[in-house]
Nanobody, 122 residues
Framework: QLQLAESGGGLVQAGGSLRLSCTAS????????VAWFRRTPEKDREFVAR????????DYADSVKGRFSISRENLKNMWYLQMNSLKPEDTALYYC???????????????WGRGTQVTVSS
């Protein structure tokens, strides 16, 4: 069983930056594709970014492309989401998720963290 834990959320002004971290409970993170999702009262688990398990290929939602960057640090069993030029509409609960499919659909991921809140003030 893989456990994930997010951290790094907080309150930031529009235009600011945050880096979210996702820590895995064990080694072997390249066994999984990982994605970041976000949830708001209006949208349930919207895809944000993903990284492929072997190649490290990345992909982003159009709404964050050019502003967010997903990466990983294998030796630390961690993934990151660097968020720059934040906008109020980025306010959400952010989750990392791991699974065996390089997918954008939340249902394709088997393991989830509890989320970290990001609030962007205008």
């Amino acid at each position: 069983q893989l456990q994930l834990a997010e951290s790094g959320g907080g309150l930031v002004q529009a235009g600011g930056s945050l880096r979210l971290s996702c820590t895995a409970s064990r080694r072997g993170i390249t066994d999984y594709h990982v994605a970041w999702f976000r949830r708001t009262p209006e949208k349930d688990r919207e895809f944000v970014a993903r990284i492929a398990r072997i190649t490290g290929t990345t992909d982003y939602a159009d709404s964050v492309k050019g502003r967010f960057s997903i990466s990983r640090e294998n030796l630390k069993n961690m993934w990151y989401l660097q968020m720059n030029s934040l906008k109020p509409e980025d306010t959400a609960l952010y989750y990392c998720a791991a699974g065996r499919s390089f997918a954008k659909e939340a249902a394709s991921f088997d393991y989830w963290g509890r989320g970290t809140q990001v609030t962007v003030s205008s």
